[in-house]
């Protein structure tokens, strides 16, 4: 199937819309996270480390939700 507007097809621009706003998205998240590794400093920020476990466990479950996206797996709920 062809795009009317560009003579493409559409498959093929599917996929560059696909790099292009993954790539961007994941730079950003990227960046997001380094900034946050900034708040690891014991100089400016106090914290425990159950203040860091629940970081790092929202964001390995967002990371498992994500990924199930992409694997067609539903994310199951567990108690942690």
């Known amino acids: 199937m062809k795009n009317n507007l560009q003579n493409i097809p559409l498959d093929h621009s599917r996929e560059d819309r696909f790099k292009r706003i993954a790539a961007n998205r994941t730079n950003e998240v990227l960046d997001r996270i380094r900034i946050l590794g900034n708040c690891s400093n014991k100089s400016t920020y106090k914290y425990s480390e159950d203040e860091v476990n629940k970081i790092f ?10 990924k199930a996206k992409f694997t067609n797996k539903k994310a199951k709920f567990k108690w942690n």
Do not use: M, S, T, Y
């Open 57 to 66: 466990r929202a964001l390995d479950q967002e990371i498992k939700n994500c």
